[in-house]
Structure formats: C-alpha cells, structure tokens
C-alpha cells in the first residue's frame, strides 16, 4: 500500500493498523468500530473496520482490524503498529506475530509491562480494564481499554472517545463506560521493552496426513476430521455460571438450563441437581438468563467463587427495567 498519508484536520499523519483480540462477550467488535468512530469525530475520513470470528458463541477467540489510512482496504491485517489485547490469556507469540517493531501492545492484564518484555521490541501498555469495568458495573471490558488506547497510542483523545462512546447505541449507560474509559486511562502503565530481539517467527503447524484419492480436492480445500472432546474450551470463559443450590429447584421436567446450553455443560442429576462442567463451560450466561428461579449467578473469572445468597438479590434483570 506503500507510505501514503492520511489527513487529519491539515495535520498529517501516518496510516495506522490497529488489530484487536479478545474473547466473543468482550466487546472486541464493537471496540474497533467504537474507536473508528472516534476517528471520525476527530477528522479522519478514511478507515475500515473490519471483524473476525467463527461459529462459537460467547468466550471464543475473536479478533477485529481497525485500518486508518487515504486508500481502500479489503484484507486482513497482518502487520499492524497496534496490538489491543483484552484477554491476558491470549497473549502469545502468535497473537504478536507481524508487529512491527516499535509497536504499541496494550493488554488487559494486572500485571505490569516489564512482564511482557520476553514478546520483543515492543512498547508495552497494561491496565486491569476488567477490574475497571467490575469496579463500574458494566459487562465488557471495551470501552475501558481503549480509555488504555487513548493514552498509548496518541491516535484518539479522550473527548472524541466520550463523544464516539455517547452515539453508540450498543453500549448502554455510556456514562459509566466514559468513567470507565477516564480511570482506565489515568491507571495505565507503559514502558518500553529492553529486548531487541524479536519473539521467533511463530509457523502455523502443517497436517502431513491426507488422502491420496483426495489430492486434486486438497488444492482448493483442506478437511481435517478429529475428536473435539480433548479440547476443553472451559478456559475461554469471562465470566463462570455459579449455582445457588439453595434456590435451584432440580427442575426435571425440561430444565430450561439444560436445554438452553449450546455446551451441552449443564448436567442434570437425578438427586443432586444441577452441575455446570467446567471444562467446557465457556461462560455464555445463557443458562442464568433462562433460569426462572435466578438460581444461577455469572460471576468474574474462571475459578469457582463463593457466593452468598443475598447476592442474588442484587442481581439486575434486563427484563424487569
């Protein structure tokens, strides 16, 4: 595409490549159109957001491009100057593989910068934006790290950020998500990594196997047929269904937990109740959502969490507002 520039307003700036990856329920999609959004208020006219994902439901790895720029875009970015990531988990040698050197990582993480150094030459921004959005009550993590954004990477401000935040209509009580976004940004630490090297070129693994009648199909598509029942996507999770046994009814005639989970997680047993099998629960809510008797509580994390019933109480329903 070569070095053109994009204007902004009669200043001039480089195009930026901007790639988000996060967890399906994060709010990575709406976090890249949310940020060119922003954009727009500030000035710039030439942008394309563009998302990524599969067929999993919430918890699944989704990732979204974010090009800013004067030319059209149709592809897949590959090698951004940006890398948001909202999950810590998915930090890796893949998920940073094709940054550029001198690249901006932010990361959804409580740990600090000088942790994250071993991924190369890179500036490193981390904030708990989870904690932040628990902190305000809200159910994503978008909008508090991009507060994280504004303050690394200088392409948005805060104002245009709030502005781009109030015009969304996904994102419910923007007040809060524009707190969230101010804290994010006050609390987030950089720091330049000191390794010059950088993290080895990741190549994706090649399936050797094939069949030979199969050859001439092979040139236009790959099927790979394997057991699924080894990968535990338990750890995709944000947030973890917790049971109330108290308040749960063992329902047996069509429990609407069982019924309703795509994980096929709920497991009902005929003098226990119901059990959640955690690896692989991937934390969708539904089974919380469908429960009549608000049995089911979605608490922050991937380990089991004491609950005390009158937590339940304060559970918000959306249908009752």
């Known amino acids: 595409m070569g070095e053109k520039w994009a204007r902004n307003g009669g200043k001039e700036m480089k ?57 059209s875009a149709r592809y897949a970015i590959t090698k951004p100057d940006f890398l948001v990531i909202l999950h810590p988990a998915l930090v890796s040698p893949e998920v940073v593989q094709g940054l550029k050197k001198n690249g901006v990582i932010v990361i959804n993480t409580d740990k600090r910068p000088e942790d994250f150094f071993y991924l190369g030459p890179f500036i490193i921004a981390t904030v708990n934006a989870e904690q932040i959005a628990i902190d305000y009550g809200i159910p994503a993590v978008n909008t508090a790290i991009l507060g994280a954004v504004a303050k690394s990477s200088g392409v948005i401000s805060l104002e245009n950020l709030a502005e781009a935040i109030i015009k969304i209509e996904e994102i419910p009580k923007p007040e809060r998500n524009i707190a969230a976004a101010k804290e994010a940004f006050s609390q987030t630490v950089i720091a330049r990594s000191t390794i010059n090297a950088k993290i080895a ?65 709920v497991i009902i047993k005929n003098d226990c109740g119901v059990e959640i099998d955690y690896k692989y629960c991937k934390g969708c809510g539904i089974c919380a959502k469908e429960c009549p008797f608000k049995a089911i509580l979605m608490v922050p994390g991937t380990e089991a969490a004491e609950i005390k019933n009158s937590d339940f109480g304060a559970v918000e329903d959306d249908n009752e507002k």
């Open 15 to 71: 195009p930026k490549r901007i790639r988000f990856h996060g967890r399906g329920g994060q709010g990575t999609v709406i976090a890249s159109i949310l940020l060119g959004k922003a954009l727009l208020a500030k000035g710039i006219k030439a942008m394309l957001s563009m998302p990524w994902f599969g067929v999993e439901r919430r918890g699944a790895p989704v990732s979204a491009f974010l090009y800013i720029g004067t030319t």
């Open 201 to 265: 070129e990741v190549q994706p693994k090649q399936n050797k196997e094939y069949d030979p009648n199969l050859l001439e199909m092979t040139k236009f598509i790959t099927i790979t047929l394997t057991d699924t029942s080894d990968v535990y996507t338990g750890c995709w999770r944000v947030n973890r269904p917790v049971i109330d046994k108290a308040l749960c009814k063992k329902c047996k005639n069509n429990p609407r937990c069982e019924l309703f989970c795509p994980d096929m997680a």
